[in-house]
Nanobody, 124 residues
Framework: QVQLVESGGGSVQAGGSLRLSCAAS????????MAWFRQAPGKEREGIAC????????YYADSVKGRFTISQDNTKNTLYLQMNSLKPEDTAIYYC?????????????????WGQGTQVTVSS
């Protein structure tokens, strides 16, 4: 049984930083693409970062490029998202996703496994 468990969310002031973690079990994160998505109230789920090719390649949405960094630790089978220079518009529930089925890595329907989400709130 595949489980993805996110942690590290919380409340922070604008300009602050958080690091999210996604611990995987029943699935080897190095076997394919992994991704981070977020969903703000009333908005669609947005793909913000993907990592693939054994961690050597990444994709970032323009909204987070230069501020967020996706990485993975294969020995811990854990995915990370380092978030710096946070803005109020980054407020959302953040999800990790696994088992990519091809196409564009930032499309949520391309993933079979999801974590439960972790709330990130950025105040101005």
């Amino acid at each position: 049984q595949v489980q993805l468990v996110e942690s590290g969310g919380g409340s922070v002031q604008a300009g602050g930083s958080l690091r999210l973690s996604c611990a995987a079990s029943g699935y080897t994160i190095n076997s394919g693409y992994m991704a981070w998505f977020r969903q703000a109230p009333g908005k669609e789920r947005e793909g913000i970062a993907c990592i693939y090719n054994g961690g050597r390649s990444t994709y970032y949405a323009d909204s987070v490029k230069g501020r967020f960094t996706i990485s993975q630790d294969n020995t811990k089978n854990t995915l990370y998202l380092q978030m710096n220079s946070l803005k109020p518009e980054d407020t959302a529930i953040y999800y990790c996703a696994a088992d990519f089925r091809g196409g564009y890595c930032y499309i949520p329907t391309k993933y079979d496994y999801w974590g439960q989400g972790t709330q990130v709130t950025v105040s101005s």
